[in-house]
């Protein structure tokens, strides 16, 4: 923990008389001595409280070391969730009244808000709630503990408390599509396949042939035909969604869950979310994150494969690619198999990920890009450069992004700006109506 200067505490881990105790102790014995030198009893009358404080306090002079520790009631949170840092006491029979002091990491919320708290403890040990409001991995519960005897006599502490680590995962904003996945190839799932099989979706009505179920007999219009028909039904399958998160920078300012979102916020959370939603409709989902971690998750499915993709979010740091790695191996090592879909988040201001994604869209591949650059973005001030050419370089570097844009339009790979529910509808139902026409693939 490292405390604002305001409340740099020095830590102690035994007894020690309080300031009260010796500006009790000096008064009462100043108000004595000048009683009996110039033989005034209204003296003693003044220090008479200050000997009663005195004597109270050592009477209740501690001889035990009390035992303090700490611990979260969570270790693994969503972004706006909360926890309690708990604190366990023992040999704790001398005490009246602990004091709490938490450590204030950022992006991280306290109750009380200035992170004070302090009971008497016949009141119970009071505790402190505790919400990060940003993803990654946060060290919270960091605190300094103090313990004080009857009549505020002796103090033990302040005494400094290790925390815990907590993962934050991303929250995944409410998201739902109803767009078919373009080239769904796997064996069981939600959507439609363009070849029939045992579904539930209407493909039409054809007569009887050798081995149609006879539960797929359609009686009215056999009877009013006078030949048996039956129903015939598209499969249903699953697909492979490879979600490419651009970590390479981030953009714009970040006030956590309740304030501005970043550039890599909105790529992180819309991640989360295009993740739980295929997990929950039976696809494989697989993540690739190009920057300083290079985390990756293989295609999965289930509840326990999306904690997976979330955790690997919560990891995510900033920064450039190793050195030797560049867009040609990032392509290499995507594993696009056939019939994937390739959904990219990103800023789109680095031209590795520009490359990859017409690279992808050149080889045949599905590719959607996600513009997660945010309206208000501004480039953060250098010391010792002016700031209208800082404003001028972005300006023009805002031109070429729009350019490279431009130019995965017309290769055919679309481009949205995430916007929460209904982002990539539209955009999905134009990629399944395309993947149904033959088309030339670039080898």
């Known amino acids: 923990m490292t405390p604002t200067p305001s409340r740099v505490l020095t830590a102690t881990s035994h007894w020690r008389p309080t300031a009260a105790l010796g500006r009790a102790l000096v008064v009462s014995g100043i108000a004595l001595a000048v009683a009996l030198v110039v033989g005034d009893p209204s003296l003693v009358v003044i220090a008479a409280p200050f000997v009663l404080l005195v004597a109270l306090s050592l009477v209740h002079r501690p001889t035990r070391e009390p035992r303090l520790d700490s611990h979260l009631d969570h270790v693994i949170l969503h972004e706006g969730q909360g926890t309690t840092a708990r604190l366990a006491m023992a040999d704790v029979d001398e005490v009246e009244f602990v004091t709490r002091v938490a450590g204030r ?12 708290v302090g009971r008497l403890l016949a009141e119970g040990v009071p505790d402190v709630e505790i919400s990060p409001r940003r993803w990654g991995r946060r060290f919270l519960g960091e605190e300094y503990v103090a313990l004080y005897t009857p009549w505020a006599g002796f103090r033990y502490g302040p005494i400094a408390l290790g925390g815990q680590q907590v993962r934050v995962l991303p929250v995944t904003p409410p998201y739902d599509s109803r767009a078919e996945v373009p080239q769904p190839l796997g064996l069981v799932g939600a959507h439609r396949s363009r070849r029939p099989g045992s579904g539930t979706e209407l493909a039409g009505i054809r007569t009887f042939q050798a081995g149609d179920r006879l539960r797929r007999i359609n009686w009215r219009v056999s009877l009013r035909t006078g030949a048996l028909h039956v129903v015939t039904t598209r499969a249903e399958e699953d697909t492979g969604v490879l ?4 970590a390479l920078a ?10 501005a979102a970043s550039s890599l916020d909105l790529t992180v959370r819309a991640a989360a979310a295009i993740a739980e939603h295929h997990v929950r409709t039976g696809d494989r989902v697989a993540l690739r994150v190009v920057g300083r971690g290079g985390e990756q998750v293989g295609y999965g499915a289930g509840a326990r494969h999306l904690r997976m993709i979330q955790d690997r979010l919560s990891t995510i740091q900033v920064g450039e690619v190793a050195e030797g790695a560049g867009a040609d191996d990032g392509v290499l090592r995507l594993g696009v198999t056939g019939g994937a879909v390739v959904i990219v988040m990103s800023p789109m201001l680095a031209e590795s990920v520009g490359t ?19 309206p208000d973005a501004r480039p953060p001030r250098l010391d010792g450069v002016e700031p209208g050419l800082v404003d001028l370089a972005w300006r023009m570097r805002r031109i070429e992004r729009s350019v490279v844009l431009d130019r995965l339009a017309m290769l055919g790979c679309p481009v949205v700006a995430w916007r929460g ?20 693939a670039v080898r």
């Open 421 to 440: 529910p209904g982002t990539v509808d539209d955009v999905m139902r134009r990629l399944a109506r395309r993947a149904q026409q033959p088309r030339v």
């Open 243 to 246: 979600l490419v998160v651009d």
């Open 105 to 116: 990491p950022p992006y991280v919320a306290l109750r009380p808000s200035g992170g004070y």
């Open 356 to 374: 990859v994604a017409a690279t992808l869209t050149r080889r045949g591949v599905t590719v959607l890009v996600i513009d997660t650059l945010p």
């Open 250 to 259: 981030d953009h714009g300012p970040s006030d956590g869950i309740d304030g």
